[in-house]
C-alpha cells in the first residue's frame, strides 16, 4: 500500500496537527462548560402595582399562573382596588406562603393620612 505523504510530512503533521485539533476541542469543551453549570436564581428587579398590572404583569411574579393572574384581576374588577397586600390573600388561591413569595415584587400601597391625604 502506497502512501500519498512521505514520512517526513506525516511526522510534520502529527507534530503540529494534533496539538492544534486539541486546542480546538478543549477550547469548544470549556465553551461548552458554561451550558452545564447550574443555572442561578433569576433576580426580578421590577415592582408590580396589585392595582394597576395587566396579567401578563402579574405573570411575571413568582409562582403566579395564568389561572391565578386573571383571578387577580377579576377580584381587583369587581371589589374595587387592594388597600393593602393582606388583602391579596382575599382571593382564591393566594395564601400566606404565596404572598410571602411575592411581596417583595410588590410596590408598597400608598398611606393614606388621617385627613384625606396620600402620604408618599
Same mark, same amino acid.
Given at each position: 500500500?502506497?502512501?500519498? #505523504?512521505?514520512?517526513?510530512?506525516? +511526522?510534520?503533521? #502529527?507534530?503540529? /496537527?494534533?496539538? &492544534?485539533?486539541?486546542?480546538?476541542?478543549?477550547?469548544? &469543551?470549556f465553551q461548552n462548560m %458554561?451550558?452545564?453549570?447550574? *443555572?442561578?436564581? %433569576? @433576580?426580578?428587579?421590577? +415592582?408590580? =402595582?396589585?392595582?394597576? !398590572?395587566?396579567? $401578563?404583569?402579574? +405573570? !411575571? +411574579?413568582? /409562582?403566579?399562573? *395564568?389561572? #391565578? !393572574? $386573571? $383571578?387577580i384581576t377579576l377580584y381587583?374588577?369587581?371589589? /374595587?382596588?387592594?388597600? =393593602?397586600?393582606? @388583602?391579596?390573600?382575599?382571593?382564591? /388561591?393566594?395564601?400566606?406562603?404565596?404572598? =410571602?413569595?411575592? %411581596?417583595?415584587? #410588590?410596590? *408598597? &400601597?400608598?398611606?393614606?393620612?388621617?385627613?384625606? &391625604?396620600?402620604?408618599?
Open positions: 500500500m502506497k502512501l500519498f #505523504l512521505r514520512y517526513q510530512d506525516q +511526522l510534520t503533521i #502529527l507534530f503540529w /496537527g494534533v496539538p &492544534f485539533l486539541g486546542v480546538i476541542f478543549s477550547f469548544s &469543551f %458554561k451550558e452545564w453549570e447550574p *443555572e442561578h436564581q %433569576k @433576580e426580578y428587579q421590577f +415592582l408590580v =402595582d396589585m392595582n394597576t !398590572a395587566t396579567v $401578563e404583569e402579574i +405573570l !411575571a +411574579l413568582p /409562582g403566579i399562573g *395564568e389561572k #391565578l !393572574a $386573571e $383571578e381587583r374588577q369587581t371589589r /374595587g382596588p387592594f388597600n =393593602d397586600h393582606r @388583602e391579596i390573600m382575599n382571593v382564591k /388561591g393566594i395564601g400566606v406562603k404565596k404572598l =410571602d413569595t411575592v %411581596k417583595p415584587y #410588590l410596590r *408598597e &400601597f400608598p398611606s393614606v393620612t388621617s385627613n384625606g &391625604f396620600i402620604n408618599d
